[in-house]
């Protein structure tokens, strides 16, 4: 839940307005009544929930999201502050968290749109790639069948970063949102197993993972891990190439399998939705200059990652008593019901309560 306004201005018009509009609507969105909440909390019950870009128009990103064979899970509209919240996930009855609350998921992606960037013709956002504004990559759809997705997506006119022909990594693709945001396409079987596979079924499709970049590999899984909770479930060491691939994420429904199962890229993992892909190239840690873009100074793009938990003043406690930065603190401003701490890049995580803790809507 974020977006491209100034943070005096998220918190002047947010709270208000979802007190008012959204306390229904969260309910239509799957919100259903658990238990009462307890006063502790457990990192085990964490989610990786969302990941937030903001899109020029939204109607194009829905187009593309949809044809991937995502849903419009619920939309916030905020007239007053000219912006609309658009989140979106895979829901086929077979998806992992089919049916579920919104902040019960993983693996959703969250569209901000500022009202009238899609007829500015200098409007153009940042997707975290071109230098000098690297940070944020990619966000990486798994899928059953990886040459006939391709096709598909092709034939449907998308334009790819990187096609499963190109280089020497004829396992991954890269295909081009509206926005030029790289997505990331993977199989979730093996490459010579899809090869004369014609069709692909959308219903299997997973959100897998978000991918950053990383300055201080060795500071930023300290966080992930000791601060956020998340397990190291697979790691990719590429000392030619001279960068390493770290992917944590929370024990979900499957739970964590053991780390290093498959130096395939996306093999050990491809069936998880919600996980986190930190990479890092070798150096930038010496560099006392070095430093990425966060998504949120100009020029925008990447907004950033949400962890949805079990009992949220007790988190927030947790993570004041671990002497986190805050971006803001449940009692900044007028939201009172959303935190944002950063990570040792200074990307921004939102910390956001799962309703089914709570028994109750969270606006």
């Known amino acids: 839940m974020s977006f491209t306004l100034r943070a005096s201005q998220r918190l002047r018009y947010f709270s208000p307005i979802l007190q008012n509009k959204a306390k229904s609507s969260f309910r239509s969105a799957g919100f259903r009544p658990f238990a009462t909440m307890a006063s502790t909390t457990d990192t085990k019950n964490y989610k990786l929930n969302h990941t937030m870009i903001r899109v020029k128009d939204p ?24 912006f609309d919240l658009y ?74 970063q990187k096609k499963l022909t190109d280089g020497k990594m004829k396992h991954i693709a ?102 986190l892909e930190l990479t890092w190239n070798y150096g930038t840690e010496k560099d006392e200059n070095f430093k990425y873009h966060d998504g949120n100074s100009q020029p925008q793009g990447f907004g950033h990652i949400c962890v949805s938990v079990d009992n949220l003043q007790a988190a927030c406690d947790r993570l004041e008593s671990l002497n986190v930065s805050w971006k803001k603190r449940l009692t900044d401003g007028r939201m009172k019901n959303v935190a944002f701490v950063l990570d040792p890049d200074g990307y921004w995580v939102e910390i956001v309560q799962n309703e089914r803790f709570s028994g109750k809507a969270n606006f």
């Open 59 to 82: 109607q194009e990103s829905l187009k593309f999201y949809s044809f991937l064979g995502m849903s419009l899970l619920h939309k916030l509209s905020f007239p007053e502050a000219k």
């Open 174 to 275: 890269f295909v081009l949102d509206p926005d030029g945001y790289w997505v990331e396409i993977i199989g979730q079987k093996p490459l010579e197993e899809t090869e004369s596979v014609t069709t692909t079924d959308l219903t299997t499709y997973r959100m897998n993972h978000t991918m950053i970049r990383v300055k201080d590999a060795e500071k930023s899984l300290k966080f992930y891990q000791e601060v956020l909770g998340m397990s190291l479930i697979r790691t990719h060491e590429s000392p030619a190439a001279g960068f390493n691939l770290y992917f944590l994420g929370y024990p979900g429904e499957k739970g964590v399998p053991a780390e290093g199962a498959s130096a395939v890229a996306g093999l050990s993992t491809a069936d998880r939705e919600g996980l």
């Open 87 to 160: 989140f979106l996930g895979f829901d086929a009855p077979g998806a992992v968290s089919a049916g579920n609350n919104l902040w019960d998921r993983e693996g959703l992606i969250e569209l901000t749109h500022n009202y009238g960037t899609e007829s500015d013709p200098d409007y153009k956002i940042n997707n975290g790639n071109v230098e000098p504004h690297r940070g944020f990559g990619h966000t990486c759809v798994s899928v059953d069948n990886i040459q006939a997705a391709c096709k598909r997506l092709e034939d449907a006119g998308y334009k790819f």
